[in-house]
Structures are given as structure tokens and as C-alpha cells.
């Protein structure tokens, strides 16, 4: 069976038990303080898990892209090395919410493996958790009965609280699991050690498959246990093995998930897959990590210095570094491989196939200058190496290794095999405790400690109002303190809000809460998940009294202005500068809008005029808003609603239109009820942020008038300067005119005043015995000449020794230039001299034996020169 039928078997499996399909979430996380990526298929639920949220649908199938590079799963180093942890792969999973549990779970995953997929029963073993003392669990003995009914008890393993109790994170809900493990070994194999010895072991032939979990705990922060006040099922089977194990391949690796890939590889590289188990690793390295890099990309996350972005840029360095390494690939190859990442995953996930060019060209971008890199590091590694040798010794530090690594981004590795290939060897220890020290640094400033929400009224949900409402009578639902370095910070739920939480590119809303004994300011609104979090000042003394929750109007007004104005500029932008147009990234608050868009090339000053033309025209024609909230989702974008890569979508959007035919998004921020409240939009700055992504940042109303009068005050104060010319421009450039002839004019000055003082000095030599020597105080108007000078008497004099101390701009030098044959016959040297006679002054300087120059900070010291020189060479 293809990988492709294996998905779609199982999505119609479990439609056919009424699930609700759909589709991944993006693999980026926004709105979730404690996770970067995606890394199972819950985490797009984790709000109904957690009771915030009431499910849409009880029970849903889905196939989620995951990526395991950071965090609490982080499988990046096993990622190539064996042959079934990916970065990113497919979690199918089904779930059930407050649904059905266990016994439905059990049967239906048995049920798909065996009947549908046809998987042999004597490969299968199950595990159930066997309970925890600590926890005061007992054996999961429901699972275990339900399991015992289908599977001979032989293949059903007791699992501890590591393997088969499931957790979130440090709090949240949990629960005991079924884990589904295949022996993939051959007969005699099996014959000779029985699989279920194997299981939980790594052995890489007997693997885990699938993990049904069921949650029916929550885990607070002093570590005990609650039980949720509904039970619910989530399950997830890793794709890539389950095809695996359907194909009877020995490797994921061996799949048509990945052969594909393998194969245009080896024509690449000229190496064959199987060979070598170096080379091996590297083509799955780059095969597995090619997909990462695409999808994070796609959802929106390019590679960057920090956060997400930096582990996006390490696993593509990761992958060019393997390729450089054991491919020999030293110009960029990955992006040459997105045309087939969209062919063979874009029917699924139709935004790699929508953005492959952009993802080729960023990727490209990236490994261009990690390959540049790559090569300064080698030739600082060679300086390295002199070093060493010039030094004796043989070990290069972990401090050097370290800062290679840190600063180049120079993996360890690569710099311990060319230390091998060199007869060096590399202090490994070092190195890792100069990792240590800097993890440590960074631990310690990001740790935070979150405390337990305390309940104030009972949690019905929360409402957010604040599209029609910036006022309104609320209570407070709970609260909670969290700390960090930083210190105490407060965050308030409230059961209906005005307040709108930092989202799509615009900015939280602040105001107050005020009860009647006391008024408390809100800060920023944020969403944690779907809770709409306000961070307040100080906690509240009296939290069961009512509050009005009061937004900040004026601030929110001139956010939602420059809102709108980023609607307008997106569509003036497609007009101007094609459809190919895409937000990349955008900030909307009370001082300016940000707008990062795909594009490659600088803007022109005439296109940039057009669109800021095209955006104010539409300000003028005073387009109301059309707002229409829960349109179905497929409904939105048959009517051409722009949606943005990389964001989370339900069934039902909101739809913001100004002008069906200009301007139709999705999108969930606030705007103006027409267009003309804007006043004015103006286009500040143009630039590039990163590979094909190019950053507008503009400025709405009140901002752009001050703007413009600013710019107006100071081309009033120029005319002023000028004494009010009719016309600056013109009185500039005179301007301008009359300052370069009168430059020219000095240089002539200064060439005929250097001749002139050239013409006496030759006069004031003092003949000695094969030597003729000058000693001479000069004014000069610049360094320049001094040296030109020294070199002219030196030419024009035979054996020559002179010595000028000048008055440069109000600054001493010294100049001691001599004939070279008499560095040997009078042993002069011009350096020596310098030296000696710059102490008068309190300078410094130095040159060759035969010429030399010192600058100093006493003018006065001239005299003290002209007299020093005189005693010692007259
Ligand atoms: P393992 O112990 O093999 O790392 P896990 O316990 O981390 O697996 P779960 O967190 O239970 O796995 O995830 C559910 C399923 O996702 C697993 O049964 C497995 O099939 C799959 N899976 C987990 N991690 C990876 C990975 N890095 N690459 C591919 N599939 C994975
Ligand atoms: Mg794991």
C-alpha cells in the first residue's frame, strides 16, 4: 500500500466511526508561552483538554506535522543515526473529548492495524501501565481487561510511570497509556529472542507505533493528582513507521516517503545509499531534515538569529554540513530538493506546493552564507593549526572549539575530524563544559516558575466582546502570579472581556479594571492558547467584586487606524507589485504598522509613491467596513479572502472587507468603521529583513501629520540658513557648486604653498661629510603633503637626512626621512629618531628605518623638536 492510501485509510476509518476530520495545525506555535513547534497532535487541543475551550467536535481524526528539535521532546541527535526518529513527521491520531474512552480506543486502534492495514498479529505487543506508589495510582486494570480480550496475555507488557502514564508538562492533564509496539525482525530472529524482551529497549527492528492515552487526571502544581471532570482519548501513530511496517521495510528510510529523495540524492551527489553507514547517515540527515526546513518555512518561520528561527537555521546547518561533509556538496544543493517536497506532499499540505518557490530561495539564501561560513571557519581552524605547531603542541582547547562552534557555527564534529585529519586531537571535555556554563547562563535567565490559577467564580468560558464593546461589567474567573528574573507578574481571566489579546500582528489592548474599591491597570492582554490572559499591574485586593474592564480608547483607536491601513497596503501592494505578494509578518500598534511581505528586490521610490497613492485614495473614498464574524471557512476563501500561511484556522472566520473588490481577509484584529478615519497613511521606510522579505513601516493620522510637519520645520529652517531663496533646491545646488571650485581652489593654494616652502628649505641645508642635513620647523594643511614633501627634498638632495617638525591643523608631526645607504655608513634610523624626538611632544610613532612619521598632542613641543634635533645631528 502507497504512504498516500496508508493517510487516507486511516482519516476514512475513522470518519466511518463519525470523527470530524481536520486538518493539521501549523507546525510554528503562536500563542503558547511553552512550546515553539508543534511537537504532537494534541497541542491544538490542549485548550479543550484543559476545560478553556468546549470542544467543536467529540470526536476528530487528523494528521498533524510535528517537529521534535527542542524542549521537553527533542530527538534532533538520533535524527539520521537510526532509522525511525524523524524532526518533523505526520501524527495520525483520533481523539475523543468527554466522548468515548477506552474501551472504543482499544478496539478500533486493534481493529485498523490488523483487519484494515493487515498487520500480523504475532508481530503486535501492547503495554499498559502497571501504577505508581508515588502517585497512589493503581494498575490501569480497566485497559488491561479490554486489551486481554483481543491479545493473548503473552504480548501484553506492564509499563512504569515513564513509559505509560502520559503527561503534558509539568502540570496539566494526564493519564495512564497503551502503547502499540511491532517486531519488524525476521522469523529466526524473532525464534531466537522473543520480541516482547525487546520492547522499550531501542532495539530498532521493535518499535513503537502508536500511543492511545487517556486523559482522566490534571496535575497541579504541588504535584498531586485531580481527577478532569471528563474523560477523554488521544491517540498518536507515527506515520512514517506505520508505513514502514505496512511496506515491511527494515528503515523509514526505505519507504516511498523517502526513496524518492534518496534517489535524486545519490544522481546529485554521485554516492550510492546502503555503501556506507557515514554516507547512509547523511542521506538521511538531509532527506529528513529537507522536510523540517520546508514545513517550518511554509508556516511561516524563517531561519533567524533567535528563538524558532535559530532551530530551524541549525537543523539546515545541520543537513549542509552533512551533505559538505560526506556528500561532498561545497555549493548549495537542499533547495534543489523543495520541487519534490511539494510534489509529493502537496496534495496534503497544499502550502508547501503554494510557497515552494519562496521556500527554495530562503533555503538557498541560508545555505550560501552557512557554505561561506563553512569555509572561514576552515581557514580560521588552519590559522589555529600554525598556531598550534608554532607553540608545539598538539590539542586544540575547548575554549577554541567552543568559540569556533558558538560564533562560526562550526559543529564539533567537523572541527574534531579535521583535528584528526591533522594529527590534532580536541579537548572534548573543555568543550562541553563551555556548553554547560553557557547553557546554564541562558537557563537561568529564562526560568520562570508559573503558579496554579486560584478559582475566584465558577469558569464558564470566556466571552471577548470587544468588537462592539470597550466597557464592560465583568468578574474575575481567576488569577495567578508568575516569576521569573524579571520578577512578580499577575495575569487575570475575566468571564467577558473588551479587552483584545495580542494577535495577528496587532498589539494587546491596556486600560483598567475597576471595582469600587479599587482600580487596577491592565498592562497587555495576551492569549494563552484561546484564554484571553490580561497582565495587570497588581493582583487584586477584593477579586470576588465586580469590575468594569475599560480599555484604553484612544490608544486602541489609533491601533485599529494603523489595522486597517495594513489591509489597504497589502492589496496596493498587490496592484503595484504583483500577486506573488504574501505577509510574512506584521505588527500593528498605536505608534506604527510593520509589514513583512515576500518579494525580492528593493522597492523603487516611484512604486513605493504609487502604493502609498493607492492606499491614501482608498482613505479618501471612506470605504465602511464590512465585517462579518463565523463565515464558513471554505465559504471565506471561495470569495477570495486572503489567508495567511502559518495560522491557526477554525471551521469559522471573521472576515474583514473594505471594498469586495479591494480588500477581503480573514483575520481577527480591530478597524476602523470606515476608511477615511485614517486621515492620512505615509510610507517611511523600505528595506530588507531577510532572503525574499522586505519590511514596510508606515504611519497613520495624527503620527503622519506630525510627521509631515516635521519634515516641513526643517525645510523651513534650511530656508532660513539660505536667507530665503526663492527657490532651495536651486540655492543647494549653487551652493554646492561654489563649495567645489573654492575646494579646488585651496588644493591649488596648498600645492603652490608646498612649492614655495620647498624652493627656501633646499636653501637651509648644512653640507657635512656625506651628508646633507636639513632640520626644519613647517606649516602644512595636511599630512599628505608633509609625506610628499620629505620624499621631494629627499629625491632632490643627494644624501639627504632631514628631519621637519610641522604644524599640521594645529597639530605637531614629525617626519624624518634619510638616503638608505646611510642606515649603514652614518647607522641612522629614521624609526629610532622618530621615536626619540616625538617625546617632546608626548607623541608617538614609528615607519622604516629610512622613513618615519610621529603625531603628538603638545604643539608647543615643535620648538623643543627643532632644538633637540639641532644638537644631536647638527
Ligand atoms: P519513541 O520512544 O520511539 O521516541 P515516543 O514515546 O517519544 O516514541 P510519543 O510521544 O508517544 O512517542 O508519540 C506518539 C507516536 O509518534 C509514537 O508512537 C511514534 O510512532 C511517533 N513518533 C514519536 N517520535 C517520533 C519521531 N521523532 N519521529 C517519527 N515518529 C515519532
Ligand atoms: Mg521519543
Redesign the pocket.
Known amino acids: 500500500m502507497e504512504a498516500k492510501k496508508i493517510r487516507s485509510t486511516f482519516i476514512e476509518f475513522f470518519q466511518s466511526k463519525q470523527h470530524h476530520y481536520v486538518p493539521s495545525s501549523p507546525i510554528v506555535v503562536k500563542n503558547d508561552p511553552t512550546l515553539m513547534f508543534t511537537n504532537?497532535g494534541m497541542n491544538q487541543f490542549k485548550d479543550a483538554f484543559l476545560g478553556n475551550e468546549v470542544a467543536k467536535f467529540p470526536r476528530v481524526a487528523n494528521s498533524q506535522k510535528c517537529l521534535?528539535v527542542s524542549g521537553k521532546?527533542n530527538?534532533l541527535e538520533e535524527?539520521g543515526v537510526d532509522t525511525?526518529?524523524?524532526t518533523m513527521?505526520e501524527?495520525l491520531g483520533n481523539w475523543s473529548f468527554g466522548d468515548y474512552f477506552k474501551k472504543e480506543a482499544i478496539a478500533w486502534a486493534w481493529e485498523l492495524l490488523t483487519e484494515v492495514y493487515g498487520l500480523s498479529k504475532d508481530r503486535l505487543y501492547v503495554s499498559v501501565f502497571e501504577g505508581d506508589k508515588d502517585d497512589n495510582l493503581e494498575m490501569d486494570k480497566e485497559a488491561f481487561d479490554l486489551w486481554k480480550a483481543i491479545v493473548p496475555e503473552g504480548r501484553i507488557i506492564m509499563g512504569s510511570k515513564k513509559d505509560n502514564f502520559w503527561e503534558m508538562g509539568d502540570t496539566g492533564p494526564c493519564g495512564p497509556c497503551s502503547?502499540i509496539h511491532i517486531d519488524l525482525r525476521s522469523d529466526a530472529e524473532r525464534q531466537a529472542i522473543p520480541g516482547r524482551d525487546l520492547v522499550n529497549n531501542d532495539h530498532p527492528q521493535v518499535?513503537?507505533?502508536?500511543?492511545l492515552v487517556f486523559m482522566q487526571f490534571n496535575r497541579v502544581s504541588d504535584g498531586s493528582l485531580k481527577p478532569l471532570p471528563a474523560t477523554h482519548v488521544d491517540t498518536?501513530?507515527?506515520f512514517?513507521?506505520l508505513v514502514r511496517a505496512i511496506q515491511h521495510k527494515s528503515s523509514n528510510y526505505d519507504t516511498d516517503l523517502f526513496t524518492p529523495f534518496i534517489a535524486e540524492l545519490e544522481k546529485k551527489s554521485g554516492k550510492k545509499y546502503g555503501e556506507n553507514e557515514q554516507t547512509d547517515i547523511a542521506f538521511r540527515v538531509i532527506v529528513d531534515h529537507i522536510r523540517a526546513i520546508s514545513f517550518t518555512i511554509a508556516d511561516g518561520q524563517i531561519p533567524s538569529n533567535n528563538k524558532a528561527g535559530y532551530v530551524i537555521r541549525r537543523i539546515l546547518r545541520r543537513a549542509v554540513r552533512y551533505g559538505y561533509t560526506f556528500l561532498g556538496f561545497n555549493e548549495p544543493f537542499l533547495y534543489e530538493l523543495t520541487p519534490m517536497i511539494a510534489a509529493n506532499f502537496g496534495d496534503i499540505f497544499p502550502e508547501v506546493r503554494q510557497q515552494q518557490e519562496f521556500i527554495a530561495k530562503v533555503i538557498f539564501e541560508e545555505e550560501t552564507s552557512f557554505l561561506r561560513t563553512l569555509s572561514n571557519g576552515l581557514k580560521m581552524l588552519d590559522q589555529i593549526k600554525t598556531e598550534l605547531k608554532a607553540k608545539n603542541e598538539t590539542v586544540i582547547s575547548g575554549k577554541t572549539a567552543f568559540e569556533l562552534y558558538d560564533t562560526f557555527g562550526f559543529p564539533l564534529d567537523l572541527t574534531s575530524l579535521i583535528a584528526r585529519e591533522n594529527g590534532l586531537s580536541l579537548d572534548e571535555e573543555g568543550f562541553a563544559s563551555e556548553m554547560e556554563t553557557q547553557k546554564n547562563r541562558s537557563r537561568a535567565a529564562s526560568e520562570s516558575e508559573t503558579g496554579d490559577w486560584m478559582m475566584v467564580h465558577p469558569d464558564e468560558g470566556v466571552e471577548f466582546i470587544g468588537y462592539d464593546f470597550l466597557k464592560a461589567d465583568s468578574n474575575i474567573i481567576k488569577y495567578r502570579v508568575i516569576s521569573d528574573k524579571k520578577g512578580d507578574r499577575y495575569q487575570v481571566v475575566l468571564d467577558k472581556t473588551p479587552f483584545y489579546a495580542e494577535s495577528g500582528g496587532q498589539v494587546g489592548d491596556t486600560g483598567w479594571l475597576i471595582s469600587e474599591v479599587e482600580k487596577i491597570r491592565v498592562v497587555d492582554t495576551k492569549k494563552e492558547n484561546d484564554l484571553i490572559v490580561h497582565f495587570v499591574e497588581k493582583l487584586p485586593e477584593h477579586p470576588e467584586k465586580q469590575f468594569s474592564a475599560e480599555v484604553d480608547q484612544a490608544k486602541r483607536s489609533l491601533t485599529m487606524n494603523n489595522h486597517t491601513a495594513t489591509h489597504l497596503l497589502q492589496s496596493a501592494l498587490k496592484t503595484v507589485l504583483g500577486d506573488h505578494i504574501q505577509q510574512r509578518g506584521s505588527l500593528v500598534n498605536d505608534q506604527l504598522l510593520r509589514f513583512d511581505f515576500s518579494h525580492f528586490g528593493k522597492m523603487t521610490d516611484e512604486e513605493i509613491e504609487r502604493v502609498e497613492n493607492i492606499v491614501n485614495e482608498k482613505v479618501r473614498e471612506n470605504i465602511p467596513l464590512l465585517e462579518r464574524r463565523n463565515v464558513p471557512i471554505e465559504e471565506a476563501k471561495a470569495q477570495g479572502a486572503t489567508a495567511l500561511f502559518g495560522e491557526k484556522y477554525g471551521e469559522f472566520v471573521r472576515v474583514i472587507t473594505f471594498d469586495p473588490k479591494y480588500s477581503v481577509e480573514l483575520c481577527g484584529g480591530t478597524h476602523v468603521p470606515s476608511t477615511s478615519q485614517i486621515g492620512l497613511v505615509k510610507i517611511v521606510s523600505e528595506g530588507s529583513i531577510s532572503a525574499g522579505v522586505r519590511r514596510i513601516e508606515a504611519i497613520t493620522s495624527k503620527a503622519a501629520e506630525s510627521y509631515l510637519r516635521d519634515q516641513e520645520s526643517v525645510l523651513k529652517e534650511i530656508q532660513e540658513l539660505l536667507k530665503n531663496p526663492k527657490d532651495v533646491k536651486k540655492a543647494i545646488e549653487a551652493l554646492l557648486e561654489e563649495r567645489n571650485t573654492l575646494k579646488k581652489e585651496i588644493e591649488s593654494l596648498h600645492l603652490e604653498k608646498s612649492a614655495g616652502v620647498k624652493t627656501s628649505l633646499l636653501t637651509e641645508f648644512v653640507k657635512g661629510e656625506g651628508i646633507n642635513t636639513l632640520v626644519a620647523k613647517v606649516e602644512l594643511p595636511n599630512a599628505d603633503s608633509l609625506k610628499k614633501l620629505a620624499y621631494e627634498l629627499k629625491n632632490e638632495v643627494e644624501n639627504a637626512f632631514v628631519i621637519l617638525a610641522a604644524s599640521i591643523d594645529g597639530k605637531p608631526q614629525i617626519a624624518v626621512i634619510l638616503e638608505e645607504s646611510l642606515i649603514n655608513s652614518k647607522n641612522l634610523n629614521a624609526g629610532q629618531i622618530v621615536r626619540e624626538l616625538a617625546k617632546e611632544i608626548q607623541g608617538g610613532g614609528g615607519g622604516q628605518p629610512f622613513f618615519a612619521t610621529a603625531g603628538g598632542k603638545d604643539l608647543s613641543g615643535l620648538d623643543r623638536v627643532i632644538a633637540k634635533a639641532k644638537e644631536l645631528y647638527l
Do not use: L, Q
Not at 207 to 211: G, K, L, Q, R, T
Open positions: 504532537a521534535r521532546h530527538d535524527v525511525y526518529h524523524h513527521f501524527m502503547e518499535i513503537e507505533i502508536w500511543n498518536g501513530m507515527g512514517e513507521r
